[in-house]
């Protein structure tokens, strides 16, 4: 029971002093301030079923990031889709048997929660809907928590470069859709567009490794 | 070589402070002489900034909070529990049905006052305690389906259609006199890979994997049970085969939300024409 009880306050002292970062990682992944509450709860109990695995001495937040995106993009979809059947099963039982309690009714249901559903779809959200999962990943994993390249990488198990490129055009997507909402809700002027901004961020080639490379053939010859 | 064709690559690594320090420097000192340059990295740092502002998430509400701990006291409670079972090897998950239910949006009959009272069924029991001696599997991989034909009941292996799921092979086994067939399947949870069995017996009554709670999905009725801690779940089809679907390692949200994008619900439904 002491080695229970000190394995808790442990995983209070490292992990959920990280709660409302990991909060903010959800919160910007899912778009949706109840299913960032789900995935947020979801990773840290899983973070302390886990807890023998975490190695001491490394970085907690990045080991708890990466329990919320890995969580994000395996589950995410999953969770989507059986909670459809479900709603559809609900509806179907609704139907047929009457009066029922529903088991989420307090948390899920009510007026207040539901405007707070609408008030912070704001541009911000608009913009990260409109983005491609993995640029949202790694804009939110950088811009949001901090990350280096490096760390982002591990996360989402790719090449240092593919984050880089990742991460230009997710901001690039993300500048334009917000300088778009300025405009049109009359918050800026409608500027030209700045210098080494009319290519489409598609076209341009972000590599650093390129750089170095080309960088020490230079400096050999 | 010229710094400007490289200019895009070489602002943003600067901006995120991922440049070596020599590269830092050599950049800077380019940025001196490159008007252009110096025009491009301050316009791309202002967006930056007004990003970054932009993105600031909310805090955690205080409710989040509290909801964290209490899953973390029933997750302590579950594994001081499971601690007093000799053959329980891990700690076990936490979600009781209850809550496994409510996160799903199941309906509960008001009728039903008491789930985890309910005793579940011997043979389900069985299935949990033969699922800890981890047996060697007959089959692997591909071949699964068919070897379950030709040596188990014309059935197919409940498919998930999703590459998070895959079906790692099966063995023949027997539950209370039955013959069985046991599969297992490899899941991607979180950073880990947790396995996942499911356990089909021939010839049984429809009533025999009864207990626990039971829920209906369109022409399927589930019913959701609480082994010691570990979640399982049951269905007999119309070919009285029963499926035990149950995992050390799932909550019972977890297994849940698997157990209801298989091709079960499909197959109940076709039944029916
Ligand atoms: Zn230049």
Not at chain 1, 2 to 14: G, I, Y
Not at chain 1, 200 to 205: A, C, E, R
């Amino acid at each position: 029971m002491l080695a229970a009880r000190e394995k808790r306050a442990e995983f209070e002292r490292q992990a959920l002093v990280h709660t409302d970062a990991l909060y903010g990682a959800a919160y910007r992944l899912t778009r949706n301030p109840r299913d960032a509450e789900d995935l947020v709860q979801d990773a840290l109990l899983r973070a302390y079923r886990f807890w023998d695995s975490f190695e001491q001495d490394s970085n907690c937040k990045a080991w708890l990031l990466r329990i919320v995106t890995n969580t994000f993009i395996n589950e995410y979809q999953r969770k989507k889709r059986s909670r459809e059947v479900l709603d559809a099963a609900s509806a179907e039982q609704d139907a047929t048997d009457g009066v029922l309690v529903h088991a989420d009714a307090s948390d899920r249901q009510t007026p207040e929660r539901a405007l707070l559903d609408r008030s912070v779809s704001d541009d911000v959200q608009r913009s990260l809907d409109a983005l491609p999962d993995d640029f949202r990943t790694a804009v939110v994993l950088c811009d949001v928590q901090g990350l280096s390249y490096k760390e982002i990488a591990e996360i989402m198990h790719t090449p240092v470069g593919t984050v880089m490129s990742r991460l230009f055009r997710g901001r690039k997507l993300l500048a334009a859709a917000l300088r778009e909402f300025a405009t049109t809700q009359g918050y800026v002027r409608d500027e030209a567009p700045k210098p080494g901004e009319t290519a489409d961020p598609k076209d341009k080639t972000i590599d650093l490794d390129a750089y170095r490379a080309q960088k020490s053939r230079e400096g050999s010859s | 070589m010229s710094l400007c064709a490289s200019i895009d690559t070489l602002s943003m690594a600067y901006l995120d402070d991922e440049l070596a320090a020599e590269e830092r420097r050599e950049l800077e000192l380019h940025l001196v002489d490159c008007a252009s340059c110096k025009l491009h990295l301050d316009a791309e740092r202002a967006d930056l900034q007004l990003l970054r502002v932009a993105l600031v998430p909310p805090p955690a509400p205080d409710t989040v909070k509290a909801k964290i701990a209490r899953a973390l006291d029933s997750e302590d409670q579950r594994a001081a529990r499971a601690g007093r079972k000799r053959w329980a090897r891990y700690a076990l998950p936490a979600t009781a049905v209850a809550a496994a239910a409510a996160a799903l949006l199941l309906f509960v009959g008001i009728g039903m006052k008491q789930p985890h009272t309910q005793a579940i069924a011997t043979v389900t029991h069985e299935v949990v305690r033969q699922q800890t001696r981890p047996l060697p599997l007959e089959v692997q991989g591909a071949s699964t389906g068919s070897w379950l034909r030709e040596h188990f009941a014309p059935v197919e292996p409940p498919q998930f259609d999703e590459p998070g799921i895959q079906l790692i092979g099966a063995r023949a086994t027997a539950v209370q006199g039955h013959d069985a067939a046991l599969l297992r399947y490899l899941v991607n949870v979180g950073i880990n890979r947790v396995s996942l069995t499911a356990v089909l017996i021939v010839d049984v009554r429809q009533d025999m994997l009864n207990g626990g709670e039971a829920v209906r999905i369109g022409n399927l009725t589930l019913h959701l049970a609480d082994a010691d801690g570990q979640p399982v779940v049951t269905y007999v089809d119309d070919k009285r085969i029963g499926y035990v679907f149950t995992s050390e390692r799932m909550t019972m949200k977890e297994l849940l939300s698997i157990v209801v994008t298989s091709d079960l619900i499909g197959r109940a439904q076709q039944q029916l024409r």
